[in-house]
T-cell receptor, first 116, second 113 residues
């Protein structure tokens, strides 16, 4: 009964192919975020959403696009996957901008993506 | 650009020892959060500190926010193997159309029995 789920959990794809990762929440939170986590770089923001069809770029948005057609779903698309996009991708949700407050961000369990 | 520097990067200690992890920045933050992440999982919020000089305790974990709101520390007393994990600090970034969190690179803690 997790409030946030990511799919798939693992994926291997070939260079140049498009890939879509899905984040689904049941908390009805307004804010959703996509981060990537890499050794030596920590968690870096890719894109985020502050409502249906409202999105903004983060620190490392090149090569990625997002869509949010429903409150509960936030999709991350790698338009043409490259080896540099091999990473662990995390989705997070919050009901307050920046998660400031008692509950902070709630993170999904991540998607491990390998681009070969 | 706001940055959060965490130290040390790695820490390996024996059960029962005390330790302190630091999170520093040259920027002022309105609040700081601490998360713990276990292998194969997403980070989980431990605490949010908001007021300069604030001290919060969570069982054996003590969190402090610096007076100038530029730094924070996490102190663990009598560490246990269950404390093993990646500890991340995060601060509010007001860039972009909405606020979002920026994260330090983390401190990887290993507590050996």
């Amino acid at each position: 009964d997790a409030g946030i789920t990511q799919s798939p959990r693992h994926k291997v794809t070939e260079t140049g192919t498009p890939v879509t990762l899905r984040c689904h929440q049941t908390e009805n939170h307004r804010y959703m975020y996509w981060y990537r986590q890499d050794p030596g770089h920590g968690l870096r923001l890719i894109h985020y959403s502050y409502g249906v069809k409202d999105t903004d770029k983060g620190e490392v948005s090149d090569g990625y696009s997002v869509s949010r057609s429903k409150t509960e779903d936030f999709l991350l698309t790698l338009e043409s996957a490259t080896s540099s996009q091999t990473s662990v991708y995390f989705c997070a949700i919050s009901d307050i901008p920046g998660g400031v407050g008692y509950y902070g961000y709630t993170f999904g369990s991540g998607t491990r993506l390998t681009v070969v | 650009t706001q940055l959060l520097e965490q130290s040390p990067q790695f820490l390996s200690i024996q059960e029962g020892e005390n330790l302190t992890v630091y999170c520093n920045s040259s920027s002022v933050f309105s609040s700081l959060q601490w998360y713990r992440q276990e292998p194969g999982e997403g980070p989980v919020l431990l605490v949010t500190v908001v007021t300069g000089g604030e001290v919060k305790k969570l069982k054996r974990l003590t969190f402090q926010f610096g007076d100038a709101r530029k730094d924070s520390s996490l102190h663990i007393t009598a560490a246990q193997p269950g404390d093993t994990g990646l500890y991340l600090c995060a601060g509010m970034n007001y860039g972009g159309s909405q606020g979002n969190l920026i994260f330090g690179k983390g401190t990887k803690l290993s507590v050996k029995p």
